[in-house]
């Protein structure tokens, strides 16, 4: 499914985020980018030792949540990545969306501001983290649908989604994004 917004095209693929040619991947991280597992130990199993020892080295204290950092990608077919910290999901009053939207818009800044036209996200904080997979959803679809609103890019940003409940979920999210983008909506 795709979704134009601008000169700016949103997709969601069922797949391996690890396998996306893409300027950049976005890692769902810790705060300690310590590694882990799910997006973040395939990432840092795919892309080889040299992704942490670089994001030990440029980030000896971690990434607050609600933030990003970059690195290089090691051996993924991307160039960068980016690792996003979500937020744990307690009981949804404590600042879980306003930091998970963060986390997104952060991502898109460091991407624009490393030159990257494409995009690959998981669904941050959906997974160990606890997230409810619609919520997530929605507030992930319309953090980057508003950012590329905003900033005219990057130009492909496509939401790799593990699992048909992921997909089913972001694909709600886009298409209810999309009727309100609509002037006939």
């Known amino acids: 499914m795709k979704l134009t917004i601008g000169d700016c095209?949103?997709?969601?693929?069922?797949?391996?985020?690890?396998?996306?040619?893409?300027?950049?991947?976005?890692?769902?991280?810790?705060?300690?980018?310590?590694?882990?597992?799910?997006?973040?130990?395939?990432?840092?199993?795919?892309?080889?030792?040299?992704?942490?020892?670089?994001?030990?080295?440029?980030?000896?204290?971690?990434?607050?949540?609600?933030?990003?950092?970059?690195?290089?990608?090691?051996?993924?077919?991307?160039?960068?990545?980016?690792?996003?910290?979500?937020?744990?999901?307690?009981?949804?009053?404590?600042?879980?969306?306003?930091?998970?939207?963060?986390?997104?818009?952060?991502?898109?800044?460091?991407?624009?501001?490393?030159g990257c036209q494409s995009v690959a996200f998981p669904a941050l904080s959906a997974g160990a983290y606890g997230y409810p997979l619609p919520q997530a959803a929605a507030i992930a679809v319309e953090a980057v649908g508003e950012f590329l609103r905003t900033h005219g890019g990057p130009k492909l940003v496509r939401f790799v989604l593990f699992g048909e409940a992921a997909y089913r979920a972001f694909e709600t999210a886009l298409t209810a994004y999309g009727r309100s983008l609509s002037p006939h909506a």
Do not use: F, K, W
């Open 9 to 114: 095209v949103v997709e969601l693929v069922q797949g391996d985020i690890t396998e996306q040619t893409m300027d950049a991947v976005v890692n769902a991280a810790n705060r300690q980018l310590a590694g882990g597992g799910g997006v973040d130990g395939a990432i840092h199993s795919r892309g080889g030792p040299q992704i942490m020892e670089e994001t030990r080295r440029l980030y000896p204290d971690g990434c607050p949540t609600g933030s990003a950092v970059i690195s290089s990608a090691g051996n993924l077919p991307a160039r960068y990545v980016i690792h996003a910290v979500g937020p744990i999901y307690r009981d949804g009053q404590s600042r879980e969306a306003e930091l998970l939207a963060s986390a997104y818009r952060r991502s898109l800044e460091l991407a624009l501001e490393h």
